[in-house]
Structure formats: C-alpha cells, structure tokens
C-alpha cells in the first residue's frame, strides 16, 4: 500500500483524514452560508471562488477573510462588532444547511471500505468547528469509518498545530508514529510535520488558491483511490 510505504518499514495502523476539500467538497454550501450572512449584514456576496480560497483555517479566518474583503482592509483589521456580527450570521446559515450541496469525492467510500477492511484505524481532523462536521460525517456516510472526529474548535488551536493530531491518535489509542496524515493544505502539511508524522496530499482540493505541491507533502495525488 503506498501509505504504509510512507512509514520507513513501521506497520500502518490509523490514517487521520482532513475533511473539507479531502474527503467532501463542502464550498457550494460554504459559500452560499457566506453569501447569505454578507448580503443579510448589508455586503456584497463574495461568491464560490473567493470563498474556495479562503477556506481551510476555520470558520472564523473565512469570516475575517470574508469581511476583509467586503470593506477592502487588511484581514487583522477585520475584527470587532461587524466581525462578531458576521460570524454569528455565518453560523446562523451554515446551521441550516451545512450539507445539501456538500458532496463525497470521487473514489473516497471505496477507498475508505478498503482501509476499513484492512484493519486501518480512522480519524477525522478538521477545522471546520465540531458542531458543523457531526452532521456532514453523518449525512454522507463516513461516521461508520470514523469513531474520533477532532474539530476546528475541540481544542484551544487547530491545524497547522500538531495538537489536534495528536488528540486523535490518542483517542484512536494509537501512536502517531503508525499513522499518516491525509489532507489538501499547507494546513495539514504543517500539523503533520510538526508532529512528525508523514502526509499525503490530494491535489483536488482548497489550498487558498496555490497548489499543495509546494507544501511538499510526502505523496501528492489526483484521486483519492489512488491513495490505496
Ligand atoms: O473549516 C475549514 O476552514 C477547513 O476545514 P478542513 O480542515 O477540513 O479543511
Ligand atoms: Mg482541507
């Protein structure tokens, strides 16, 4: 297995997946919570593009990144009472319909099928805040392959901090150095490494607008069962 080939002869036993633009592609719904909650504060909507690429550090950078735009200040500017209000706005609408238009990628199921098959532990590391990932995992099938889910907002830091990884080995009850990292971002690249643990990209995915080649993952691939 090309993973296991990541791990200098030690046995693979858990994979730690990132889920917005690794497993599922979440923007469509992203966006048009985004664009509801910027119109509904009195801003132009930003659109699918933009929200593509501002995705992927959690849902309260997309907000800032959002609202940076909308007034055309520096992101670190972007913060106080109209951050605040578009965040619970973002939130607001992104409860109502985090999934209808979110959907697996291709090859993702089968993929995972195998992994399961073959004994692979299974973990969801994400940003996206907790309450926002249950239902999509649900939704979409993957909670049967995935008992630990580790959320934007499970712990005070979110990737690139290790932490989140290392959360989740522990609660999978396996040592980091049997697992690999499957992401799409610079995010999940430097959670990996910092933690010291291998990673895989899929090329598909959001990395705020640039490629993940050059964050130079272990393994960089087009299709998720080309990971298998
Ligand atoms: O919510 C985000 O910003 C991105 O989430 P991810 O870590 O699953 O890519
Ligand atoms: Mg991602």
Redesign the pocket.
């Known amino acids: 297995m090309k993973l296991a080939g990541l791990l200098d002869g030690r046995p693979l036993k858990a994979l730690l997946f ?5 497993l599922v592609d979440s923007v469509p719904d992203i966006a048009n919570a985004l664009d509801r909650a910027l119109l509904a504060e009195g801003y132009a909507a930003a659109g699918e593009e933009r929200a593509r690429a501002w ?5 309260g ?2 907000v800032q990144r959002a609202l940076a735009h909308a007034l055309n200040i520096a992101e670190a500017d972007a913060v106080g009472e109209p951050f605040d209000r578009l965040l619970a706005a973002f939130y607001d609408f992104y409860q109502q319909d985090s999934h209808s238009h979110t959907r697996l990628y291709t090859g993702v199921l089968e993929a995972l099928s195998a992994w399961q098959q073959a004994g692979i532990a299974m973990a969801c590391v ?3 805040p907790e309450r926002f990932t249950h239902p999509i995992l649900a939704h979409l099938k993957l909670d049967s392959f995935m008992p630990v889910v580790i959320g ?1 907002d499970t712990l005070p830091v979110r ?1 690139p901090d290790p932490a989140p990884l290392l959360l989740a080995c522990e609660r999978l009850g396996i040592a980091a150095e049997n697992t690999v990292m499957v992401g ?2 610079v ?1 999940d690249v430097g959670a990996a490494r910092a933690l010291g643990v291998p990673v895989a990209c899929v090329s598909y995915g ?1 990395n705020h607008g640039a490629p993940v080649a050059d964050a130079k993952p272990d393994l960089l691939v087009d299709d998720f069962f080309d990971l298998v």
């Open positions: 990132d889920l917005d633009g690794t995705v992927g550090n959690g849902a950078k997309l994400t940003n996206k934007g990737k799409d971002s995010n959001y």
